[in-house]
Nanobody
């Protein structure tokens, strides 16, 4: 499984950005999709996830501001981020847990929230 993330960039506080993560390869093994992030000097943290059935879950820090969705026809997951704050600045990684205990990760895309 290969995951290709894109959509990061520089945005002002209060702004919006949408990340995308396209999957290819043996996608039949994937059981869920989601996003983590890692801010400078901090550990990687879980941000949001979505099951194969489309049920979303969010970290408390982003609940109400971020929306995760998926387009099964395109094998793509999106993270719509709104009301962005400087503390949302991080490298965002898409991931996909799979059957058998495997997990796949994208290469990361940088989101910078700054005026």
């Amino acid at each position: 499984v290969q995951l290709q993330a894109c959509g990061g960039g520089l945005v002002q506080p209060g702004g919006s950005l949408r990340l995308s993560c396209a999957a290819s390869g043996s996608i039949f093994s994937i059981i869920a999709r989601g996003w983590h992030r890692q801010a400078p000097g901090k550990q990687r943290e879980w941000v949001a996830g979505i099951t194969s059935g489309g049920s979303p879950n969010y970290a408390d820090s982003v609940k109400g501001r971020f929306t995760i969705s998926r387009d099964n026809a395109k094998n793509t997951v999106y993270l719509q981020m709104s009301s962005l704050k400087p503390e949302d600045t991080a490298v965002y990684y898409c991931y996909a847990p799979a059957r058998g205990g495997a997990s796949y990760w994208g290469q990361g895309t940088l989101v910078t929230v700054s005026s």
